[in-house]
């Protein structure tokens, strides 16, 4: 699985994310059931940043540069960073590229 | 104002358990699940709904779809006022008003709770890892009568009276 900085990826139909308490939850659907006694997952400050601008619109340079202007960060730390956390967010389903416009 | 620093990005898993979800987080998510069309699972905590859901039962709370529950139906909703997530039984309908209370608790009636309120009907009890059915079927209309007459408790205290000296052989 190769993420590219060119890629849009967006939230897969297959989770539900809300803040709560300051804190991203991320509840998988799982076999078309929310179930809060399987495992659910839970993204730092960091990676809530990631998720909000994972919009399927901008491709992740977009999404890096977005970061590099709002926190105190060299972009190419960022976009190391943000290819990380797509790469395991899209392996556990959560993400799904979106088709370019 | 200075930017603040970009941290390692991080995914926890975790189990519900593990979270510290409060009540008002838990209808949050439940609100999000079932305005998806998916049934939302989670663990039942409390007594009021004794025997039929009790605390520790994971119970399943689907979307409502066209209908409005039925009396005799278990629904979860949020309690006016205080927010609270609360799984309760409907005892009685008039028109779009349902009059709630639970099966253990009827000197605590939720009253009449609006629509907006109701997030789902219960439609399935997993107790140990099995299915609980009882008080989910037809009996429940039985069980909202007598749930509402305030026959409910006497009756099961002398179901659980003439059935201990069985059990005792």
């Excluded at chain 1, 399987?38 to 977005?66: F, P, Q």
């Excluded at chain 2, 409390?46 to 709370?61: L, Q, Y």
Aim: with cysteine; aromatic share 8%.
């Amino acid at each position: 699985m190769t993420i590219r900085m060119d890629g849009i990826y967006a939230p897969s139909d297959d989770v539900v994310a809300r803040e709560i308490e300051g804190e991203l939850i991320i509840v998988p659907l799982v076999a078309g059931i929310g179930d809060m006694e399987d495992e659910l997952y839970a993204l730092n400050e960091s990676g809530k940043a990631i998720w909000d601008r994972l919009d399927g619109e901008r491709d992740l340079g977009g999404v890096v540069a977005a970061l590099a202007q709002d926190y105190d960060a060299a972009p190419s730390e960022i976009g190391h960073d943000v290819l990380g956390l797509v790469e395991e967010l899209v392996r556990r389903r959560m993400l799904v590229e979106a088709p370019a416009v | 104002m200075r930017p603040q620093p970009f941290d390692e990005p991080r995914l926890f898993v975790a189990r519900a358990q593990e979270l510290p979800l409060s009540g008002q987080a838990l209808v949050e998510l439940m609100r999000a699940v079932l305005a998806r069309g998916v049934p939302f699972r989670f663990c039942a905590r409390g007594w009021s709904m004794a025997p039929f859901i009790r605390d520790g039962d994971v119970i399943t709370v689907s979307p409502f779809r066209h209908a409005q529950p039925g009396a005799g139906e278990v629904v979860a909703f949020v309690r006016p006022g205080a927010g609270k997530l609360v799984v309760h039984r409907v005892v009685a309908r008039r028109g779009t008003a349902s009059f709630i209370q639970g099966d253990s608790a009827p000197d605590h009636m939720d009253g009449i709770i609006p629509p907006e309120n109701l997030l789902g009907r219960v439609t399935r009890i997993e107790r140990n890892g099995h299915d609980v059915w009882l008080g989910l079927g037809p009996e429940r209309y039985l069980i909202a009568w007598l749930s509402r007459t305030r026959l409910l408790i006497p009756l099961r205290a002398w179901l659980a009276s003439w059935a201990k000296p069985w059990f005792r052989r």
